[in-house]
């Protein structure tokens, strides 16, 4: 298939094209993955995550360059909140990272959520293969601006950095579940501000409660990233915890489990779309439905015996 | 297949600070169920062509009000073109003179909104003419 070539080949238009086939799951979209998939596995994934405002892309775009720096390549994929009322967005994060834009070097994508609410797209991780497979080495995906809970990005890097920024409440905050329990390494960004001591101490508290099951105690790393201080040392925390994860077995182990998952994930949406449009394309979800109603049907008897006619021989 | 979503780049070259329209339009966009990428102020036009590239875009919207638009509007569309990227539709607005029209669409800049149009008028013309 000649994107699949021209990609591996370092086409950035076709590596545009190849993640837009994705996003929108255009028909070719599976048979350009396939293609990709033996190319991937080698990019360093590094998850940027944290609440609105905390400076994920400023930080992005500053560790970006450090990396750019150490002679690495670098992908990014930014993902922002598509509206659930009308379907559109608005992707800024580019602003915070124009110095970017024209070093060969870097490739830039924004992603909209797409209904989805984890914090990433659900096509993330196969925009992330699609970076992987053009040959990034160091492959960014900063979230949405997360509240509590959106955790998804656990599943997608090898290293997940927490951006948090003082004065977002008191200590009782640092203890509830949530991104808090994901940091691999926490960043205190605009550290500058009242309150960062503070935040670093509740943080420490909260680390030493799980500290002795862990052998990785995450560092907490003050930054000011909109003047760059801080970001040589960040860079060093996150490489020091991407070396220990290569030693201990701990990125293996992370790879295995995401496999599973998409693995899992895909089997069953696959599934999913199969009896969905042997039923929808047939007219009969309209007589269920129908059946349903009138009570003559209930819903669980209909998947049962529609899982036995349609998945069991 | 999935619906394709229609992918907007909104872009301020030149060296105006004045994003307030293209901030309007972007939001109008973005309601009309566009996925709108912002790039901020003072872009060149190597860098709109690149971002327009890797975001993989349907259309370019440029707002100018500098009055630099007969130099940077073909200079994007001449740099958009020539990075393979054919069918991306070229759109600019801001202040431009009417006698200016004419040499834009010569260059390539499919439409030009002038100050007072309605945003439903952008809206609708994407619609009808994206690829």
């Avoid at chain 1, 691999?184 to 409660?209: P, R, S, T, Y």
């Avoid at chain 2, 638009?69 to 200079?75: A, D, G, R």
């Amino acid at each position: 298939m000649d994107i699949v070539k021209d990609l591996l080949n370092g086409s950035r238009l076709a590596l545009s094209r190849t993640i837009t086939a994705i996003e929108n799951e255009y028909d070719e979209a599976v048979d350009i993955m396939k293609e990709l998939y033996p190319h991937t596995g080698h990019a360093f994934v590094l998850g940027i995550t944290g609440p609105p405002g905390a400076g994920k892309s400023t930080m992005t775009d500053k560790l970006a360059r450090a990396y750019r720096n150490m002679g690495k390549t670098v992908g990014i994929i930014a993902v922002d909140p598509t509206s659930p009322f009308s379907g559109g967005a608005i992707l800024g994060d580019r602003i915070r990272m124009n110095s970017l834009t024209l070093d060969e070097g870097v490739f830039i994508r924004s992603m909209g959520t797409r209904g989805s609410l984890g914090g990433l797209s659900h096509k993330t991780a196969d925009a992330v293969k699609a970076l992987d497979a053009f040959g990034k080495d160091v492959i960014f995906v900063e979230t949405v601006g997360v509240g509590q809970s959106e955790v998804d990005i656990v599943k997608a890097a090898d290293t997940t950095m927490v951006v948090l920024i003082p004065g977002m409440g008191d200590d009782i905050q640092a203890i509830k579940a949530g991104i808090l329990e994901i940091g691999d390494v926490f960043a205190i960004n605009k550290a500058d501000h009242d309150g960062a001591d503070k935040l670093q101490m509740e943080l420490n508290m909260m680390l030493d409660l799980d500290g002795e099951m862990k052998e990785w105690r995450p560092p907490i790393q003050k930054v000011i990233a909109s003047q760059g201080e801080g970001i040589n040392e960040l860079v060093a925390q996150l490489d020091k915890h991407y070396s220990y994860i290569k030693e201990n077995g701990v990125l293996e182990q992370r790879r295995h489990e995401r496999t599973r998952t998409e693995l899992m994930e895909l089997l069953n949406a696959s599934i999913g779309r199969y009896i969905t449009n042997s039923i929808v394309k047939t007219g009969r979800l309209d007589n269920y439905l129908e059946d349903i109603k009138s009570r003559a049907n209930d819903p669980y008897t209909i998947v049962r015996s529609l899982l036995d006619e349609l998945l069991v021989k | 297949m999935m619906e394709k979503r229609i992918r907007v780049l909104v872009a301020k070259p030149g060296l105006d600070g004045h994003d307030r329209g293209a901030k309007v339009v972007a939001r109008a966009l973005r309601d009309a169920g566009f996925e709108v990428i912002y790039t901020g102020l003072r872009q060149t036009p190597e860098q709109i062509a690149e971002a327009a590239l890797q975001e993989d875009v349907n259309v370019v919207a440029m707002s100018i009000l500098s009055g630099a638009h007969p130099h940077l509007f073909p200079k994007v569309v001449e740099l958009v073109r020539a990075n393979g990227m054919n069918d991306t539709l070229i759109v600019g607005g801001g202040v431009i003179p009417e006698g200016d029209i004419p040499a834009l669409k010569e260059a390539g800049i499919a439409e030009v909104f002038t100050p007072g149009t309605p945003t439903g008028n952008i809206v609708e013309f994407i619609k009808a003419n994206v690829k």
